[in-house]
């Protein structure tokens, strides 16, 4: 029978799919590390409330929950902030400069607590992949060259507390 002539009341269980988890590693700052606990906290609460009030869909979507941040917690893997900030990895600010000559700085950071609205970019995502083979490039050609001002100049980046370069939109 389909699932569209069911009744509401006839359905033994709700299944929800589960979350996702990355395959990349689980690497977090610390203050990420406290976000996970937070939001494990959280989907402890709900799932206890949802059993209390024995609420399936509740206990179904508050389950899910638990079973992600859980799975977050036991393979998180806290990175400490990068005592360098001159190169662009895992914890370091970094300033892009777009075509129209606006400035964005954000902080790489882990999976979870990337939030690009409020200034901090997973290190999995696609603007920080393309900040960090950048970066490594324009290492290689620092080091073909020997001067570090050259190579800096060429690519349009400072050293002053964070890494800054610019980024060109591809012509379609």
């Given at each position: 029978m389909s699932r569209a002539f069911v009744k509401e009341q006839d359905v033994d269980y709700l299944e929800l799919p589960e979350r996702p988890v990355s395959e990349h590693p689980n690497d977090v700052t610390e203050a990420g590390l406290a976000q996970i606990e937070d939001a494990l906290a959280k989907a402890s609460e709900a799932y206890a409330i949802a059993q209390a009030a024995a609420d399936r869909a509740a206990l179904a979507a508050a389950g899910r929950e638990l079973r992600y941040w859980t799975a977050r917690r036991a393979t998180a893997r806290i990175v400490p902030a990068p005592a360098d900030t001159s190169e662009v990895r895992f914890g370091a600010s970094v300033t892009i400069r777009r075509d129209d000559g606006r400035e964005q700085t954000f902080r790489i950071v882990g999976e979870d607590e990337g939030d690009p609205a409020k200034g901090s970019i997973s290190h999995?995502?696609?603007?920080?992949?393309?900040?960090?083979?950048?970066?490594?490039?324009?290492?290689?050609?620092?080091?073909?060259?020997?001067?570090?001002n050259q190579s800096d100049q060429l690519w349009g980046y400072r050293f002053r507390g964070h890494a800054t370069h610019q980024v060109r939109r591809r012509s379609s």
């Open positions: 999995v995502s696609p603007l920080c992949e393309i900040n960090v083979r950048k970066a490594r490039r324009r290492r290689g050609q620092r080091r073909q060259r020997g001067s570090r």
